[in-house]
Protein backbone atom coordinates (compact mmCIF):
# COMPACT_ATOMS: atom_id res chain seq x y z
CA UNK A 1 0.00 0.00 0.00
CA UNK A 2 2.65 2.37 0.53
CA UNK A 3 4.52 1.72 -2.68
CA UNK A 4 0.81 2.40 -4.15
CA UNK A 5 0.75 6.01 -1.94
CA UNK A 6 4.50 6.39 -2.86
CA UNK A 7 3.24 6.35 -6.84
CA UNK A 8 0.71 8.63 -6.88
CA UNK A 9 2.27 10.93 -4.73
CA UNK A 10 5.31 11.08 -7.46
CA UNK A 11 2.85 11.03 -10.57
CA UNK A 12 0.30 13.51 -9.25
CA UNK A 13 0.89 17.06 -10.67
CA UNK A 14 2.58 19.16 -7.70
CA UNK A 15 0.88 22.14 -7.53
CA UNK A 16 4.44 23.68 -5.64
CA UNK A 17 5.84 23.27 -8.94
CA UNK A 18 3.29 24.50 -11.20
CA UNK A 19 2.59 28.04 -9.81
CA UNK A 20 5.33 29.47 -10.32
CA UNK A 21 5.18 29.36 -13.79
CA UNK A 22 3.09 32.34 -14.03
CA UNK A 23 4.85 34.65 -12.33
CA UNK A 24 8.05 33.55 -13.96
CA UNK A 25 5.91 34.34 -17.68
CA UNK A 26 4.93 37.47 -16.40
CA UNK A 27 8.45 38.56 -14.82
CA UNK A 28 9.87 37.84 -18.24
CA UNK A 29 7.07 39.75 -20.27
CA UNK A 30 7.71 42.75 -17.81
CA UNK A 31 12.00 42.38 -18.62
CA UNK A 32 10.84 42.67 -22.17
CA UNK A 33 9.08 45.44 -21.60
CA UNK A 34 11.00 47.37 -19.67
CA UNK A 35 13.64 46.80 -22.57
CA UNK A 36 11.81 47.64 -25.48
CA UNK A 37 11.15 50.70 -23.14
CA UNK A 38 14.25 51.63 -22.00
CA UNK A 39 15.82 51.29 -25.95
CA UNK A 40 12.96 53.56 -27.28
CA UNK A 41 13.92 56.09 -25.03
CA UNK A 42 17.15 56.16 -26.35
CA UNK A 43 16.04 56.03 -29.90
CA UNK A 44 14.05 59.03 -28.60
CA UNK A 45 16.73 60.35 -27.19
CA UNK A 46 19.02 60.04 -29.91
CA UNK A 47 16.98 61.17 -32.99
CA UNK A 48 15.68 64.20 -30.70
CA UNK A 49 19.69 65.28 -29.84
CA UNK A 50 19.72 65.89 -33.55
CA UNK A 51 16.47 67.33 -34.33
CA UNK A 52 17.91 69.76 -31.55
CA UNK A 53 21.31 70.57 -32.75
CA UNK A 54 19.66 71.08 -36.27
CA UNK A 55 16.89 73.69 -34.61
CA UNK A 56 19.73 75.34 -32.67
CA UNK A 57 22.01 75.81 -35.77
CA UNK A 58 18.79 76.99 -37.75
CA UNK A 59 17.83 79.61 -35.37
CA UNK A 60 21.68 80.97 -34.82
CA UNK A 61 21.98 81.69 -38.44
CA UNK A 62 24.25 78.95 -39.40
CA UNK A 63 22.41 76.41 -41.49
CA UNK A 64 21.02 78.23 -44.98
CA UNK A 65 16.92 77.80 -44.76
CA UNK A 66 16.73 77.10 -48.68
CA UNK A 67 19.16 74.75 -48.34
CA UNK A 68 18.85 72.92 -45.02
CA UNK A 69 15.70 74.28 -43.52
CA UNK A 70 15.05 73.82 -39.88
CA UNK A 71 12.87 69.87 -39.27
CA UNK A 72 9.98 72.12 -38.17
CA UNK A 73 9.84 73.73 -41.27
CA UNK A 74 9.83 71.15 -43.76
CA UNK A 75 7.69 68.46 -41.31
CA UNK A 76 5.36 71.61 -41.03
CA UNK A 77 4.39 72.02 -44.59
CA UNK A 78 4.00 68.60 -45.44
CA UNK A 79 0.43 69.93 -47.09
CA UNK A 80 2.55 71.65 -49.74
CA UNK A 81 4.90 68.68 -50.22
CA UNK A 82 1.73 65.84 -50.56
CA UNK A 83 1.09 66.55 -54.49
CA UNK A 84 4.23 65.94 -55.29
CA UNK A 85 3.82 62.00 -54.61
CA UNK A 86 -0.07 62.42 -56.10
CA UNK A 87 1.90 63.41 -59.63
CA UNK A 88 4.52 60.53 -58.82
CA UNK A 89 2.12 58.13 -58.59
CA UNK A 90 -1.49 57.39 -60.54
CA UNK A 91 -3.23 56.68 -57.12
CA UNK A 92 -4.67 59.65 -55.73
CA UNK A 93 -5.57 63.17 -56.77
CA UNK A 94 -4.42 66.54 -56.00
CA UNK A 95 -7.08 66.96 -53.43
CA UNK A 96 -6.50 66.49 -49.70
CA UNK A 97 -8.12 63.40 -49.78
CA UNK A 98 -6.22 61.22 -52.01
CA UNK A 99 -3.02 62.92 -50.98
CA UNK A 100 -2.13 60.39 -47.87
CA UNK A 101 -2.73 57.45 -50.19
CA UNK A 102 -0.37 58.37 -52.66
CA UNK A 103 2.58 58.65 -49.99
CA UNK A 104 1.15 55.33 -48.43
CA UNK A 105 1.51 53.83 -52.22
CA UNK A 106 4.48 55.55 -52.86
CA UNK A 107 6.35 54.43 -49.65
CA UNK A 108 4.85 50.51 -50.57
CA UNK A 109 6.20 50.46 -54.00
CA UNK A 110 9.77 51.09 -52.90
CA UNK A 111 9.20 48.76 -49.47
CA UNK A 112 7.68 46.17 -52.17
CA UNK A 113 11.23 46.21 -54.43
CA UNK A 114 13.30 46.05 -51.78
CA UNK A 115 11.61 43.55 -50.00
CA UNK A 116 11.16 41.06 -53.18
CA UNK A 117 14.91 41.76 -53.83
CA UNK A 118 15.88 40.62 -50.90
CA UNK A 119 14.11 37.69 -50.38
CA UNK A 120 15.26 36.59 -53.82
CA UNK A 121 18.73 37.44 -52.82
CA UNK A 122 18.81 35.50 -50.09
CA UNK A 123 17.41 32.43 -51.09
CA UNK A 124 19.40 32.19 -54.40
CA UNK A 125 22.77 33.21 -52.32
CA UNK A 126 22.10 30.56 -49.54
CA UNK A 127 21.61 27.74 -52.41
CA UNK A 128 24.80 28.71 -54.60
CA UNK A 129 27.04 28.78 -51.71
CA UNK A 130 25.68 25.53 -50.74
CA UNK A 131 26.07 24.06 -54.38
CA UNK A 132 29.62 26.03 -54.28
CA UNK A 133 30.56 24.45 -51.55
CA UNK A 134 29.32 20.85 -52.13
CA UNK A 135 29.37 19.90 -55.14
CA UNK A 136 33.45 20.28 -56.29
CA UNK A 137 32.78 20.49 -60.42
CA UNK A 138 30.40 23.94 -59.75
CA UNK A 139 32.50 25.08 -57.05
CA UNK A 140 35.62 25.23 -59.18
CA UNK A 141 33.34 26.78 -62.17
CA UNK A 142 31.76 29.53 -60.41
CA UNK A 143 33.74 30.47 -57.30
CA UNK A 144 35.90 32.43 -59.43
CA UNK A 145 32.96 34.36 -61.25
CA UNK A 146 31.44 35.50 -58.06
CA UNK A 147 34.41 36.29 -56.63
CA UNK A 148 35.20 38.54 -60.02
CA UNK A 149 31.81 40.23 -59.34
CA UNK A 150 31.53 40.84 -55.83
CA UNK A 151 33.62 44.26 -56.24
CA UNK A 152 31.57 45.72 -59.27
CA UNK A 153 29.05 48.44 -57.58
CA UNK A 154 25.72 47.57 -57.84
CA UNK A 155 25.13 51.02 -59.72
CA UNK A 156 27.15 49.90 -62.25
CA UNK A 157 24.48 47.18 -63.16
CA UNK A 158 21.61 49.87 -63.84
CA UNK A 159 22.28 49.85 -67.80
CA UNK A 160 21.99 45.92 -67.69
CA UNK A 161 18.84 45.99 -65.34
CA UNK A 162 17.52 48.54 -68.29
CA UNK A 163 18.71 46.22 -71.04
CA UNK A 164 17.62 43.21 -69.71
CA UNK A 165 13.93 44.28 -68.19
CA UNK A 166 13.17 47.79 -69.55
CA UNK A 167 11.18 50.24 -67.12
CA UNK A 168 9.21 49.35 -63.85
CA UNK A 169 9.51 46.96 -60.82
CA UNK A 170 11.47 44.50 -62.45
CA UNK A 171 14.78 46.68 -62.80
CA UNK A 172 14.57 47.74 -59.29
CA UNK A 173 14.41 44.53 -58.39
CA UNK A 174 17.02 43.09 -60.10
CA UNK A 175 19.60 45.89 -58.80
CA UNK A 176 18.56 44.84 -54.99
CA UNK A 177 19.29 41.44 -55.70
CA UNK A 178 22.64 42.25 -57.65
CA UNK A 179 23.44 44.12 -54.65
CA UNK A 180 23.29 41.30 -52.03
CA UNK A 181 23.40 38.71 -54.22
CA UNK A 182 27.50 38.08 -54.46
CA UNK A 183 28.01 39.55 -50.71
CA UNK A 184 25.69 36.75 -49.66
CA UNK A 185 27.22 33.99 -51.60
CA UNK A 186 30.40 34.53 -50.07
CA UNK A 187 29.11 34.86 -46.47
CA UNK A 188 27.55 31.60 -47.03
CA UNK A 189 30.73 30.16 -48.31
CA UNK A 190 32.22 31.78 -45.02
CA UNK A 191 29.51 30.45 -42.37
CA UNK A 192 29.86 27.09 -43.70
CA UNK A 193 33.91 26.71 -43.86
CA UNK A 194 33.30 28.20 -39.63
CA UNK A 195 31.13 25.15 -39.10
CA UNK A 196 33.21 23.09 -36.22
CA UNK A 197 34.11 19.84 -37.90
CA UNK A 198 33.15 17.96 -34.86
CA UNK A 199 29.71 18.83 -35.44
CA UNK A 200 29.68 17.06 -38.77
CA UNK A 201 31.67 14.32 -37.22
CA UNK A 202 29.08 13.18 -34.37
CA UNK A 203 26.49 13.49 -36.46
CA UNK A 204 27.76 11.09 -38.92
CA UNK A 205 28.51 9.00 -36.07
CA UNK A 206 25.20 9.07 -34.75
CA UNK A 207 24.00 7.29 -38.12
CA UNK A 208 22.53 11.07 -39.82
CA UNK A 209 22.46 11.58 -43.73
CA UNK A 210 23.84 13.88 -45.80
CA UNK A 211 20.32 15.98 -45.66
CA UNK A 212 19.89 15.47 -42.13
CA UNK A 213 23.55 16.80 -41.36
CA UNK A 214 22.23 19.59 -44.14
CA UNK A 215 19.01 20.63 -42.18
CA UNK A 216 20.01 19.58 -38.38
CA UNK A 217 23.75 20.61 -38.17
CA UNK A 218 24.97 23.13 -40.94
CA UNK A 219 22.03 25.44 -41.54
CA UNK A 220 21.00 25.89 -37.40
CA UNK A 221 24.89 26.82 -37.46
CA UNK A 222 25.01 29.42 -40.71
CA UNK A 223 21.84 31.15 -40.38
CA UNK A 224 22.75 33.93 -37.54
CA UNK A 225 25.64 34.91 -39.30
CA UNK A 226 23.78 34.87 -42.74
CA UNK A 227 21.36 37.12 -40.56
CA UNK A 228 23.26 39.33 -39.81
CA UNK A 229 24.85 39.76 -43.04
CA UNK A 230 21.47 40.38 -44.56
CA UNK A 231 20.63 43.19 -42.08
CA UNK A 232 24.09 44.72 -43.13
CA UNK A 233 23.13 44.94 -46.05
CA UNK A 234 19.26 46.01 -46.05
CA UNK A 235 20.76 49.35 -45.88
CA UNK A 236 22.76 49.16 -48.83
CA UNK A 237 19.16 47.32 -50.83
CA UNK A 238 17.63 50.57 -50.17
CA UNK A 239 20.25 53.06 -51.23
CA UNK A 240 20.77 50.88 -54.13
CA UNK A 241 16.79 50.68 -54.88
CA UNK A 242 16.46 54.69 -54.16
CA UNK A 243 19.00 54.75 -56.99
CA UNK A 244 17.28 52.80 -59.33
CA UNK A 245 14.21 54.72 -59.03
CA UNK A 246 15.72 57.89 -59.46
CA UNK A 247 17.29 56.69 -62.87
CA UNK A 248 13.70 56.37 -63.83
CA UNK A 249 12.95 52.89 -63.42
CA UNK A 250 10.03 53.13 -61.79
CA UNK A 251 7.87 55.45 -59.25
CA UNK A 252 9.04 55.69 -55.74
CA UNK A 253 10.41 57.87 -53.08
CA UNK A 254 14.06 57.53 -55.42
CA UNK A 255 12.09 59.36 -57.80
CA UNK A 256 10.51 61.97 -55.54
CA UNK A 257 13.53 63.04 -54.28
CA UNK A 258 15.26 63.29 -57.91
CA UNK A 259 11.71 65.52 -58.43
CA UNK A 260 13.01 67.44 -55.27
CA UNK A 261 16.47 67.95 -56.57
CA UNK A 262 15.41 69.35 -60.38
CA UNK A 263 13.24 71.89 -58.86
CA UNK A 264 15.67 73.12 -56.03
CA UNK A 265 12.96 71.99 -53.34
CA UNK A 266 15.12 70.71 -50.17
CA UNK A 267 12.22 70.62 -47.84
CA UNK A 268 10.49 68.01 -49.79
CA UNK A 269 14.33 66.47 -49.93
CA UNK A 270 14.50 66.69 -46.32
CA UNK A 271 10.49 65.17 -46.35
CA UNK A 272 11.00 62.40 -48.26
CA UNK A 273 14.93 61.52 -46.47
CA UNK A 274 12.48 61.27 -43.26
CA UNK A 275 10.20 58.90 -44.99
CA UNK A 276 12.96 56.68 -45.98
CA UNK A 277 14.95 56.84 -42.80
CA UNK A 278 11.32 55.61 -41.28
CA UNK A 279 10.54 53.09 -43.53
CA UNK A 280 14.39 51.52 -42.98
CA UNK A 281 13.95 51.34 -39.50
CA UNK A 282 10.67 49.63 -39.71
CA UNK A 283 12.90 47.29 -42.28
CA UNK A 284 15.42 46.43 -39.69
CA UNK A 285 13.03 46.24 -36.94
CA UNK A 286 10.65 43.74 -38.71
CA UNK A 287 14.30 41.70 -39.88
CA UNK A 288 15.39 41.53 -36.20
CA UNK A 289 11.36 39.70 -35.46
CA UNK A 290 11.87 37.40 -37.74
CA UNK A 291 15.49 36.64 -37.34
CA UNK A 292 14.40 35.84 -33.50
CA UNK A 293 11.21 33.64 -34.50
CA UNK A 294 13.60 31.67 -36.81
CA UNK A 295 16.73 31.58 -34.61
CA UNK A 296 14.52 30.28 -31.50
CA UNK A 297 17.02 28.47 -30.12
CA UNK A 298 19.58 31.05 -29.93
CA UNK A 299 19.33 33.57 -26.35
CA UNK A 300 17.92 36.83 -27.81
CA UNK A 301 20.89 39.03 -27.25
CA UNK A 302 23.23 36.62 -29.38
CA UNK A 303 20.51 36.74 -32.04
CA UNK A 304 20.67 40.83 -32.17
CA UNK A 305 17.59 41.42 -30.06
CA UNK A 306 18.43 43.95 -27.95
Known amino acids: MSAVDTHVATSAPNPARVAPASPLSSGRLLKRLQRQLVAALWA????????GIWEFAAAMGWADPLLMPAPHVFLGNWSEQLHFFDMANTIGSNGEGGSWLAVISVVLWTSMRVLVGLLLGFVASLAVGLLIRYNLTLGKLALPAVTMFAPISPVAWLPVAVFLFGIGN???????FIAIFFVMVIATLAQIDDVPKAYIHVARIMGASKRQVFRSVILPAILPGLF??????????WMVVLIAEAAGVGSGLGQIVMMARNTFNASLVFFTMTLIGLSGFIFDQALRLIQRR???WIDSGAAGGK
Open 44 to 51: AGSIGTII
Open 170 to 176: KPAIFMV
Open 228 to 237: VTLRINLFAA
Open 294 to 296: MLW
